[in-house]
């Protein structure tokens, strides 16, 4: 059911050019289905459909007293023509990662620039180097955006530009999370948020198949732990912004639960402000964002990964140990071994990125 749309004039690269609400469709021939919530995040039954366990999700959904996301809210704040140009939200699904770059494929005018899909459940979310990424429902902020990168002249933005998108997300994470939680986080190269040394959020880009106008879509996914009870997270180093407020709270009673939907809003109003700007500057990583400082500048000033040791894993058995001295222009990772030699990683290089204690050879 197709909600209402909004339509500019003559389309405009990087900025929606049709707006969508709740939509039940396949995600893709043989993929797995998924069903909207209502509006105001009321859930709406599931089909009935072959091969789909109806009773083992209605099982989670009903052992979860977490609020579902206000999709009327989200629709009312975040679509328009300086917000995103489509927003579904979907109960539960394999990944919104793999179900964008699969609908990406149905052209630009179904699935524009700043395409959104979040939900409630990931059955087989992934991360970097398909890394599983898991949480209970409705306790994560689990959203997926599409993008086709073209400047103000409507062509493509170069290849050199796409690292930084991950990036880009990552940064609109960390705004996100100090406004409305007033936690304070930072980046670690190439795709984390942390707070501390614990992992908060993860970041994931990925490519899909060039369109008829031969702009090659990108899909950046983000996962981020919002309402996740400590002993729930998958591992120790992880954490969630319950966990980081309980800590704050302690003795003070329990933790506030945060609104998810608050959170959503405003990491999409700051992923589309960061992106408009960034392709007016024709994905330049290193020119002012509409007067103010370069993207390249405000990744740099939130990444606890500078100036430390680090050892990075390479593919081979490979190793790199030194200090992390810099961002390149491209978003890399220039290395200084303990010679003076300066090495440049890529994210699509390293395996693992750890900080390295020198003095008794373990890594943190």
């Known amino acids: 059911m197709r909600g209402q749309s909004w339509r500019p004039g003559p389309a405009a690269h990087c900025g929606p050019r049709s707006a969508s609400g709740q939509l039940w469709r396949p995600s ?14 009321a859930e709406s039954a599931p089909p009935a459909l072959p091969g789909r366990d109806t009773a083992r999700i209605a099982k989670i959904v009903a052992m979860e007293s977490r609020a579902p996301l206000d999709l009327d809210r989200l629709r009312s704040g975040v679509l328009g023509p300086d917000g995103v140009a489509r927003l579904d939200v979907v109960a539960e699904t394999d990944s919104t990662n793999a179900d964008l770059v699969r609908a990406a494929a149905e052209g630009a005018d179904a699935y524009p620039d700043l395409s959104v899909l979040a939900a409630e459940y990931q059955a087989h979310g992934r991360g970097r180097l ?12 689990l959203v997926s955006v599409l993008l086709r990168p073209a400047g103000p002249g409507g062509a493509a933005l170069p290849v050199r530009a796409y690292a930084w998108l991950s990036l880009l997300a990552a940064l609109a994470a960390v705004a ?14 190439p795709n984390d948020v942390l707070v501390g040394d614990r992992k908060l959020a993860g970041i994931l880009a990925q490519l899909g198949p060039a369109g008829a106008d031969g702009l090659p879509p990108v899909v950046v996914g983000t996962g981020l ?10 591992v120790p180093t992880a954490t969630s912004l319950r966990a980081e407020l309980a800590e704050v709270s302690a003795g003070a009673g329990a933790a506030p639960r945060l609104d998810r939907t608050a959170l959503l809003d ?28 370069s993207l390249k500048h405000r990744v740099t000033e939130v990444m606890v990964t500078l100036g430390q040791s680090v050892r990075a894993q390479l593919p081979g058995d ?3 140990i030194g200090i992390a001295d810099r961002l390149d222009d491209e978003g890399a990772l220039r290395i200084v071994d303990a ?7 890529t994210a699509g290089d390293v395996i693992h990125l750890r900080r390295h204690d020198g003095g008794n050879g373990s890594d943190a």
């Open 28 to 41: 893709g021939a043989g993929g797995r289905r998924n069903w909207p919530l209502g509006l105001g995040g």
């Open 339 to 345: 010679a003076g030699r300066e090495h440049t990683v």
């Open 176 to 189: 996100a999370v100090e406004s409305v939680a007033g936690v304070t986080a930072a980046l670690k190269w």
């Open 318 to 320: 490979h190793q790199l």
């Open 225 to 234: 732990n919002v309402d996740v009870a400590p002993a729930d997270l998958p």
């Open 266 to 293: 405003a990491y999409l109003h700051e992923f589309s402000r960061l992106y408009r700007a960034f392709c007016r500057a024709d994905g330049d990583a290193t020119a002012g964002l509409d007067g103010g400082p």
């Open 130 to 141: 398909d890394r599983s990424w898991t949480a209970p429902a409705r306790s994560a902020m």
